[in-house]
């Protein structure tokens, strides 16, 4: 399921069984789950580009599990227990591992620090998450927002530099200080307090729907001919909407806290 899917209003109680209704999405989890380590497996024997794609797939099959469960009314607690526990392997264990053998395995100590700063950040985002699930109050997630990168997202940030190396093939995106440091910052934004934009909040108006099914056939087929240079420029519109989506925050928060304010009624003011 998604890392985070902001509703607004008070977020209703999971039912803690597992029915039926709800085998479809957990397996579609599961398939996820299988699919981000086995992006490990790739890394291991040195397929560097089928590991990058196995996490992107996991990331894809996240994206759907959540959006099926709310479909066939399957939602309950250990579906969302699951996810969380695949996010934290798919996109904390296995973005980690694969970067570490690719290049921070060079720097031994260091390297291997920052993998496992990436991966704790990642399990503590998501375990945050999950602590989160059953609280009214929650204002990001009221103005559909996120709190902090997501755990996919995170994972494909992350991997910017193996995207860079494969597209471009130089040896300068390889550079492991270069990558622990990136490593090291988008660990940072995923257990980061800011809030993020959401993309399933996202209702684009009338008069563009066209245009955006036209730029999705078009993000598509850039993908399909030019993947990695494709990725880079995701991940690059990603972090540049990062600061417009604090500026968007802040102007709700303003919003929010001049409705609070009462106007003074003067014909109540004794004179």
């Known amino acids: ?20 209704r709800a085998l479809l999405p957990n397996a579609i989890t599961v398939a996820a789950l299988c699919s981000g380590l086995t992006g490990i497996r790739f890394a291991i024997v040195g397929d560097w580009e089928k590991a990058v794609l196995a996490v ?28 969380s526990l695949a996010d934290s392997l798919s996109f904390g264990v ?3 591992l694969i970067l ?36 009214h109050d929650q204002p990001h997630k009221s103005a559909g927002f996120l709190t902090g990168v997501p755990a996919p997202a995170g994972a494909g940030l992350a991997m910017l530099p193996l995207y860079l190396w494969i597209a471009s093939g130089l ?8 990558v622990a440091g990136w490593v090291a910052v988008i660990a940072f934004l995923m257990i980061s307090n800011m809030a993020t934009l959401s993309w399933t909040s996202l209702r684009p108006r009338r008069n563009v729907r066209l245009e955006m099914l036209a730029l999705s056939g078009l993000v598509s087929a850039a993908l399909l001919t030019e993947p990695w240079w494709t990725l880079v420029g995701i991940c690059v519109i990603y972090l540049l909407l990062v600061p417009y989506g604090i500026m968007a925050y802040a102007r709700i928060r303003r919003q929010r806290a001049a409705r609070k304010v009462k106007p003074l009624d003067l014909d109540s003011v004794p004179l």
């Open 56 to 83: 992107i797939f996991a990331g894809l099959l996240d994206g759907i599990d959540g959006r099926i469960a709310r479909l066939l009314k399957a939602e309950s607690r250990f579906g969302a227990e699951l996810d």
């Open 171 to 178: 040896d300068l995106f390889r550079e492991p200080i270069l």
């Open 1 to 20: 399921m998604t890392d985070e899917a902001p509703e607004t209003g008070a977020p209703p109680h999971l039912p803690r069984g597992l029915t039926i």
């Open 100 to 135: 570490f053998l690719w290049s921070l395995g060079d720097l031994p100590r260091f390297g291997w620090l920052a993998a496992l700063a990436f991966a704790i950040c990642c399990v503590l985002r998501l375990a945050r998450f999950n602590a989160r699930i059953d609280i």
């Open 94 to 96: 296995a973005p980690a």
